[in-house]
Every structure is written in structure tokens, then in C-alpha cells.
């Protein structure tokens, strides 16, 4: 259990249960490639079975972490950081974004979108999940809609999630790791056919990097 003290400063998100931070290259999705500092928020209660950072669903084996330090931390490195989690739209995105914006970073987010908006991002990367479905503000304000393709009914899903999406947000579809080498050339043939889309790999994981 928290103190109250600390739950309070939780709640108004001026401590936040800090699974990892990372300096790397964006794997995925439109900044493929770029390089980033990625900050990786504990709480997670979507339940993606095939999700590959499970680790960080129990907010409570993170340890809370004053923003202070995340963002001291955050802008001795590259120019953009990426607020991922975990669900990082659990928790009010609204300080600590506020301050990473102050030193002049640019702010992305990684987000299946189920909980509303809160903080100021510059780049919202939105990877919807059936089992629970994005809030009308995460749809109407995403720069990206980043589909996760695990079995044949997930393109259905992806069109169906493109229809709610705001239109200028960029199209992707991404293989589901365990499933990359049955999926992966569905894809591209879906890609092909449906040009309104493109593919994004998790690029990481092929270069052995965080
Ligand atoms: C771990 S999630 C954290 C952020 C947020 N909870 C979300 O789902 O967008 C980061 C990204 O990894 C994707 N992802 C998670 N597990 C994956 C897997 N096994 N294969 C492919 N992408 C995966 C998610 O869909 C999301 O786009
Ligand atoms: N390199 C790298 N790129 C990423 N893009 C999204 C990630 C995430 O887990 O949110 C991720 C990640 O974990 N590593
Ligand atoms: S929403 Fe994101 S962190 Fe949560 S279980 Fe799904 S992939 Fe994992
Ligand atoms: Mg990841």
C-alpha cells in the first residue's frame, strides 16, 4: 500500500509507478528508425494475451517516481521521448508532459487508447484492442492507428478501427511477434491490395535492441 501522501501525488500525476526508461530507436510504426528516450509506465488492465511487456500490468511492483526525476532524466538525451507503458493514459499524462514540453522535447505517446485523453502530445500513436475499446478522444485525436495482427479476423478489426479514426492518422498494420512468420505475408499482401495502409515491424527486436 501507498502512503497517502504518495497516492495523492499519484493521483495527480506528479509521481508516476516508473517500470523502465530507455535510451533506443523507435521500432515501430511512423518514427521508425529515430531515435528516442522511452519512458515505460507501470498499470496495465486491457489484457492482451499475446502482450510482450506483461511485466508492467501490476502498477503496484513499480516504484512511484517523482516526474522531477523523469524528465531530469529524459532531456539529458535525444530531442523526443516516447511515454509508454503499461497504459499510460491510466494515469493524468497532464504534468508530465507539461514539463517535458517545457525542455523544449517533442512528446509521444504509445496508447491502445482505452482510458480519455490527458496530457499534450505532439505524436499519438494509437494500437487499438478488442477487449477494450479506445475512448472517442484517443480516435479523434490520433496521428497513427498501429493494428496489431494476431489471426485473420484482426484485418476486419483494423478496417473496422480505421472507420472511427480521425482522417489524416496514418495507417499501419503490425505482425503480433509469435505469429510474425504466418502473418507477416498476409500483410504484405493486404498492404498491396489496401494501399491506404502500410506495414510496420517491430524493428527493435530484429536489431537486438531495447
Ligand atoms: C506494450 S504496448 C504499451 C502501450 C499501450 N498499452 C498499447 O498497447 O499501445 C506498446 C506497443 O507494442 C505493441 N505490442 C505489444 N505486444 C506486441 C506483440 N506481441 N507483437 C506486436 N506488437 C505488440 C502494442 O500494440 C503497442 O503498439
Ligand atoms: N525500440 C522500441 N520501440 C518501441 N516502439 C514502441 C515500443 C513500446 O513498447 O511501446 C517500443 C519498444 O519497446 N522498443
Ligand atoms: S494494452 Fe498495451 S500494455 Fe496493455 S496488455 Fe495490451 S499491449 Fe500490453
Ligand atoms: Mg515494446
Redesign the pocket.
Known amino acids: 500500500m501507498l502512503s497517502k501522501e504518495i497516492q495523492l501525488e499519484v493521483n495527480k500525476g506528479a509521481m508516476l509507478p516508473l517500470m523502465e526508461e530507455f535510451y533506443t530507436i523507435q521500432g515501430?510504426g511512423f518514427h521508425t528508425g529515430t531515435a528516442a528516450y522511452f519512458i515505460r509506465i507501470g498499470g496495465?488492465d486491457?489484457g492482451?494475451h499475446?502482450?510482450?511487456?506483461k511485466e508492467?500490468w501490476n502498477a503496484e511492483l513499480h516504484p512511484p517516481t517523482s516526474i522531477d526525476l523523469i524528465v531530469k532524466n529524459a532531456s539529458t538525451y535525444a530531442d523526443t521521448v516516447v511515454v509508454?507503458?503499461?497504459?499510460?493514459l491510466s494515469w493524468d499524462m497532464t504534468l508530465l508532459t507539461q514539463q517535458l514540453k517545457d525542455k523544449n522535447l517533442k512528446v509521444h505517446i504509445?496508447?491502445?487508447g482505452a482510458y480519455p485523453l490527458s496530457g499534450s502530445w505532439d505524436w499519438i500513436?494509437l494500437?487499438p484492442?478488442k477487449n477494450k475499446l479506445p475512448t472517442q478522444t484517443v480516435y479523434d485525436n490520433a496521428h497513427e492507428l498501429?493494428v496489431?495482427i494476431h489471426n485473420k479476423h484482426d484485418f476486419i478489426f483494423a478496417e473496422e478501427q480505421a472507420e472511427l479514426v480521425n482522417n489524416n492518422a496514418i495507417l499501419f498494420l503490425?505482425?503480433?511477434?509469435?505469429k510474425k512468420e504466418e502473418m507477416t505475408p498476409l500483410i504484405v499482401d493486404y498492404v498491396m491490395n489496401n494501399p491506404k495502409w502500410r506495414v510496420s515491424l517491430?524493428t527493435h527486436k530484429y536489431l537486438n535492441i531495447p
Open positions: 515501430e496495465c486491457v492482451c499475446w502482450c510482450d511487456v508492467s509508454t507503458g503499461g497504459e499510460p504509445e496508447t491502445s500513436c494500437s484492442k498501429k496489431i503490425q505482425p503480433e511477434w509469435s517491430q
